[in-house]
T-cell receptor
Framework: DVKVTQSSRYLVKRTGEKVFLECVQDMDHENMFWYRQDPGLGLRLIYFSYDVKMKEKGDIPEGYSVSREKKERFSLILESASTNQTSMYLC???????????FGPGTRLLVL | EDQVTQSPEALRLQEGESSSLNCSYTVSGLRGLFWYRQDPGKGPEFLFTLYSAGEEKEKERLKATLTKKESFLHITAPKPEDSATYLCAVFLQAGTALIFGKGTTLSVSS
C-alpha cells in the first residue's frame, strides 16, 4: 500500500525560527514534491526533486530550501519563519512514468 | 501559459442528485490528467488517471471522462460521504511537475 508520511500534523513556531518539515515515502519513488495549500490559491509547488541530492525550484521557492540526502526522505526547511508562511504543507511522491503523485496527510504550520 | 480551470468553485447537491464537475485545460502536449479527492485537513487522495481523449474511468459513484479540452467528473446519486474538494491536475512532460486546478468543493446533504 502506498505510504507517504510527514513528521508532524500540526506545528506552532515563532517568527524567525528555523523550521524543518520532513517527508518519508516507502514506495521507492524517484520523485518527491513539496506544496503549500492556502484558501483560494490552491496547491502551489515550492520545490521538487527527481533524484537524491537533486532539487528544482517550483513556483514559490522564496524563503524555503530543501534537502534530499536519501531517496525516501525529502525535507523542507524554512530558514527564518515568517507569519506569511502559515499554511498547510503537503508532501507528495511519484515514480517516473505514470507520474501519479501520492500525498502525505499534510502539516498545518502556524507561525506566530 | 499552461492553465487548468475547475468549475464550479462550489457545488451543493441533495443526496441522490447527480451532477458533473468540470476541469478545462489550455496546455500544450497533455500526457495525462489526474483527479484527486481531498477531505478537510487531509492530503489529496488519488482517484483516476486519464491519458487520452475518449478515455473513461469509474469508481463507485464516480466516473471521469476526458476530451481534448476538458475532463468531467460525473457523480451519480451522490451520498453525504462524497462531500469533499475534488482537484484535477495535468501532466505535460517528464521532468516537470503537475499543474493543479483550484478545486471544486462539493457538499451533499441528506
Amino acid at each position: 500500500d502506498v505510504k507517504v508520511t510527514q513528521s508532524s500534523r500540526y506545528l506552532v513556531k515563532r517568527t524567525g525560527e528555523k523550521v524543518f518539515l520532513e517527508c518519508v515515502q516507502d514506495m521507492d519513488h524517484e520523485n518527491m514534491f513539496w506544496y503549500r495549500q492556502d484558501p483560494g490559491l490552491g496547491l502551489r509547488l515550492i520545490y521538487f526533486s527527481y533524484d537524491v541530492k537533486m532539487k528544482e525550484k517550483g513556483d514559490i521557492p522564496e524563503g524555503y530550501s530543501v534537502s534530499r540526502e536519501k531517496k525516501e526522505r525529502f525535507s523542507l526547511i524554512l530558514e527564518s519563519a515568517s507569519t506569511n508562511q502559515t499554511s498547510m504543507y503537503l508532501c507528495a511522491s511519484s515514480t517516473t512514468g505514470p507520474e501519479t503523485q501520492y500525498f502525505g496527510p499534510g502539516t498545518r504550520l502556524l507561525v506566530l | 501559459e499552461d492553465q487548468v480551470t475547475q468549475s464550479p468553485e462550489a457545488l451543493r447537491l441533495q443526496e441522490g442528485e447527480s451532477s458533473s464537475l468540470n476541469c478545462s485545460y489550455t496546455v500544450s502536449g497533455l500526457r495525462g490528467l489526474f483527479w484527486y479527492r481531498q477531505d478537510p485537513g487531509k492530503g489529496p487522495e488519488f482517484l483516476f488517471t486519464l491519458y487520452s481523449a475518449g478515455e473513461e474511468k469509474e469508481k463507485e459513484r464516480l466516473k471521469a471522462t476526458l476530451t481534448k479540452k476538458e475532463s468531467f467528473l460525473h457523480i451519480t446519486a451522490p451520498k453525504p460521504e462524497d462531500s469533499a474538494t475534488y482537484l484535477c491536475a495535468v501532466f505535460l512532460q517528464a521532468g516537470t511537475a503537475l499543474i493543479f486546478g483550484k478545486g471544486t468543493t462539493l457538499s451533499v446533504s441528506s
